[in-house]
């Protein structure tokens, strides 16, 4: 339209300059260290087979528990040295008898199911803890399955007695749905990030499906705890404040299946994030020089990461409500006639190649390159050109929504509640 | 400890400079592009200036059949396209760039010029005013002067977009430009804004699509 007077918003380009800034620096920064260590980002499989338990807490997973079971004993991995512990934590359907029945017709297979009252996930995985004697253990969730190769990926990373966990890839299993792909998308970048934070020293989440631990280093500090039902972000910075370290073998890979429900999704971040921010404040002494990288860099960048998210989205919702308002009230004066409206003038000069366009354009470009790589080092190979389009569009804001969600429940100090259906986990 | 853990400040500041140079780099492109863009603008004006004066001179040549030229509509029409880029410049520069602040006063000089044209021709001619070749001057102000400038834009736009041969001249009341000044005294123009004179008559304030098609409808 051609007589339209803009008032200028420098708060909003202020906004955009300081985000991009950091976006950038923050996004060289991992560049760097992936590069840096490009060539040990994987280890040969293991020949070496310790002692290993599998542990599958459990709540009314009949429908599931199968898979999870079969895709465990598919697992290449020493028979004798790989043992299976399912804990029905006082389910009321048929997990127990479904599971009894799985194990008689694998009897040469050290499997084992333990029925117990209900109390929560981490009393599930405490209850198995003190029925085993093996080196090292994890657990996994009764929606999720692990590729075959995925211990023997990880165990090499026990390198040093120093190496208290390891981590693996988490990849959403087929995503269909707009939430799946969504979420495709976001672990494709986790497993880009837990590999630099792994280079960094700085895991500070070690994920609940097949992470493995050193068996000693969890009973020998007091087993799991409740942790604001986020016992996996407790444990790792847990590990992290003994100056320990916690690994990550990037091609073990996880398959979990992505929620499809927006509201089992808000579910469980607004516990995810709740959590997170309640055990770093209990851990509030990882903000230190002590603690180098983690404490100096990733935890701080997290929150600032989380509070521009923030911002930035009240800035949005409010900017594009005057306008949508304003775009209303112009359209009224002319009595909402918009097909006699020519919206179609097109001019190159209308472009916007300002700084802030040429800013902003500079760190979407260094946002696909990340992409890029995420894709390549968690080897997928299916195209994920419409999974990121939606991806870009509406994760911010949802990213932002939960985080403000899980803000205001911290602040009513309301009690977020574990989420019985693993794949909330 | 594991040694990867140690924060490394010569780490930090290398990539400090890295994304300084980058960002910069970013912004000084984009000022680079803002600044080929207002040197295009420039040209598309010497462009137009000469166009307007090419018009003025065959007018003088040929007093008698000034109502036989085609190029007055077509010098119009680009008049529009310029007043679109101008109104992009402003918003991405500010208001108070001094380059767009320039352009304007030319733009608003050449805008003075053709309405005396189109004024003369409509004289010359004899012709009989309708909704269609209705002449509207409109004063706007920019930035939050004026509540009402972006609604009224967007009525003319629409007027414009049915009524093709109607000119509209458009002015920004803020602008110290003594033709401006002068033209607002011999029809005194307030200091209210949007202001519109329609055909020669002063409307103070904003006129919506219905009232704006009323208005003319009335002179006739």
Redo the contacts between chains.
Sequence with gaps: ????????ITFGDLLIYVL??FG??TS??FL?IIFQSRKNLKRKLTNVYPTVAIIVPCFNEQDTIVKTLTSLLNLDYQKDKLEIIVVDDGSSDNTYEITRKFIQQYKDRNIKVYKKTNGGKFTALNYALERTNAEFFGALDADSFVDRLALRRIIPFFYSK?VAAVTPSMKVYEPKTFLERIQGIEFMIGIFLRKVFA????IHVTPGPFSIYRTDFVKSTGYYRKAHHTEDIEMALRIQQK?L?IENSIDAYVYTMGLTSFNSLLKQRIRWYSGFIKNVYDYKDLFS?K???????ILPSSFISVLFVIVSLFYVIIKQTINLI?FI???????F?IF???WL?F?V??I????????S??SLLVGLFILYLAKRLSGEKKSIAFSYIIYMVVYWFLFGFWWVLSVLRLVNKKEVKWGHKSNEL | MDSRKNFSIQKSLLILFFTIIIFFSGIYIGKLGDAAKMNSLNDFYDDLKIETLSTEIEFQLMENSICETNDFSIISDRLNDLSIKLNYMENNLGFDDERVIRLKKYYSILEMKHWLLANKQIKQCGIATTINNSIILYFYANGNNCDDCDRQGTVLSYVKENYPDMKIYSFDINLDLPSITALRKIYNVSDVTPSLIINNQYHEGYLDATDFKEFIENQN
């Design positions: 339209m051609f007589f339209i007077v803009n008032t200028m991009t800034f950038i620096y060289m920064y760097l120093d280079e960094l020293g700085s100056q370290t020089t603690h180098g990288n983690l404490g100096l860099f304003d009230f112009n359209l009224e004066s002319i009595n006639d006699n409206l020519n003038k001019d000069f209308l916007n190649t300002n700084s802030v366009a040429i800013v354009l500079v």
